[in-house]
């Protein structure tokens, strides 16, 4: 069964600093990779979706890279602002089109 | 365009009572998925619908039951209704174009068991 996994659960990141999200799954026979952001209590927006034929997708501040021989994405920032503060979640879409959810890092950007 | 909407977005129920959770998706979407998400378990798959048709189902007991409309809208209803099914319910639709399988996100509904 594919697992997520997210590191770190939390950070916290003073504005203005550039930043890193990692997520690991454990099946690398996988679809797309999507990256949302959740506010709290509320749904989910989707940030980027990459394709398992790229690398890389990128949309304004941020960049998601993805290498599926060794089981990885990362979800960088840049020039982070405290109205990025959220969650980040990534989630990995099987071949069967299901999809399987990280557990998340709660960001915390401070002004 | 308008997004996922879902209906109601809060609710209060008790145990043993049974509740039916709306969601209409993007227009044009076909596919509508189904997600719970609580603090210990995070986000778990419930099921997909595409073309009125279950098309995966994720490892939750019978209780949890779904279906779609020809206007792909869809409902998720849960019978007998225990304190663990407190949740935050959220449904995603998507094209479910073959190299695309983005997801769009509702609000969610809050279901409170009490």
């Known amino acids: 069964k594919q697992e997520v996994t997210q590191i770190p659960a939390a950070l916290s990141v003073p504005e203005g600093e550039n930043l890193v999200l990692n997520c690991s799954f454990t099946?690398?026979?996988?679809?797309?990779l999507q990256w949302f952001r959740q506010d709290p209590g509320k749904g989910l927006t989707s940030l980027l979706l990459?394709?398992?034929?790229?690398r890389e997708q990128t949309s304004g501040r941020l960049n998601a890279s993805l290498d599926k021989s060794s089981g990885r994405s990362t979800l960088y920032i840049a020039a982070s602002q405290p109205g990025d503060s959220a969650t980040y979640l990534c989630a990995v879409i099987d071949t069967g089109n299901q999809f399987y959810f990280g557990t998340g890092t709660s960001l915390t950007v401070i002004p | 365009k308008a997004g996922v909407t879902q209906t109601p977005r809060y609710l209060i129920k008790t145990r043993g009572q049974q509740v039916t959770l709306s969601c209409s998706p993007i227009s044009g979407h076909r596919s509508v998925s189904w997600y719970q998400q609580t603090p210990g378990q995070g986000l778990q798959f419930l099921f997909e619908y595409f073309s009125e048709t279950q098309r995966n189902k994720g490892n939750f007991p019978g209780r949890f039951s779904g279906r779609q409309f020809s206007n792909s809208r869809s409902e998720m209803n849960v019978s007998t209704l225990e304190l663990g099914d407190s949740a935050l319910y959220l449904c995603a639709s998507s094209l479910a174009a073959t190299n695309a399988y983005e997801q769009y996100f509702g609000p969610g509904t809050r279901l409170t068991v009490t």
């Open positions: 099946d690398s026979a996988i679809y797309n």
């Open positions: 990459i394709q398992s034929s790229q």
